[in-house]
T-cell receptor, first 116, second 116 residues
Framework: NAGVMQNPRHLVRRRGQEARLRCSPM?????VYWYRQLPEEGLKFMVY????????ESGMPKERFSAEFPKEGPSILRIQQVVRGDSAAYFC??????????????FGPGTRLTVL | DQQVKQNSPSLSVQEGRISILNCDYT??????FLWYKKYPAEGPTFLIS?????DKNEDGRFTVFLNKSAKHLSLHIVPSQPGDSAVYFC???????????????FGKGTHLIIQP
């Protein structure tokens, strides 16, 4: 029973390039969340998606960042024209349909993005 | 403005004694609280949670206490073991939307060090 999978684990990009981060949720999970962790900080919520739907993107920067969770395949977090400030660990989490009282979110190992 | 605060960046406890990690929050709409444990280069792992309608939840060596009037919660680990050395994050949620749990708001974490 595989957990949340993220790839790549490490990604190095030069300023101005694009970064694509992938997340495969746990089997049977239909909700995906993306978080970003800057050095010495806690995790910051970015976006919450279901299949083919963005439910909450209140934590996403307004420009250069986008996320999708297609009907088939993994969820993708895309960062266009990366800048040094995008260097961080990006974590994906998944959860199943709501079950009372609450479903905890299960996290993947993260992708460490370094922008040179 | 931080809605979830962990004011102790680090805590050192002797093996076998009790570890107490504290967390304060400001958002009165939070109705579910979770504790995650994180090792370096790994994703957070769920530990224990508590609903706002309860004041205590226990799971083995881990107990979480919630004081709603003070907007404060704490995680007790007893007895502390060397494998408990990790960063502990307090997280909170306002509830549900789109059929799934909302994105979590995290504190900055407390680095717990268990000394032999």
């Amino acid at each position: 029973n595989a957990g949340v999978m993220q790839n790549p684990r490490h990604l190095v990009r030069r300023r101005g390039q694009e970064a694509r981060l992938r997340c495969s949720p746990m089997k049977g999970h239909s909700h995906v969340y993306w978080y970003r962790q800057l050095p010495e900080e806690g995790l910051k919520f970015m976006v919450y998606l279901q299949k083919e739907n963005i439910i909450d993107e209140s934590g996403m920067p307004k420009e250069r960042f986008s996320a999708e969770f297609p009907k088939e395949g993994p969820s993708i977090l895309r960062i266009q024209q990366v800048v040094r400030g995008d260097s961080a660990a990006y974590f994906c989490a998944s959860s199943p349909l709501v079950v009372i009282p609450y479903n905890e979110q299960f996290f993947g190992p993260g992708t460490r993005l370094t922008v040179l | 403005d931080q809605q979830v605060k962990q004011n102790s960046p680090s805590l050192s406890v002797q093996e076998g004694r009790i570890s107490i990690l504290n967390c304060d929050y400001t958002n009165s709409m939070f109705d579910y609280f979770l504790w995650y444990k994180k090792y370096p280069a790994e994703g957070p792992t769920f530990l224990i949670s508590i609903s706002s309608i309860k004041d205590k939840n226990e799971d083995g060596r881990f107990t979480v206490f919630l004081n709603k009037s003070a907007k404060h919660l704490s995680l007790h680990i007893v007895p502390s073991q060397p494998g408990d050395s990790a960063v502990y994050f307090c997280a909170a949620s306002e509830g549900y939307s789109g059929g799934g749990a909302d994105g979590l708001t995290f504190g900055k974490g407390t680095h717990l060090i268990i000394q032999p």
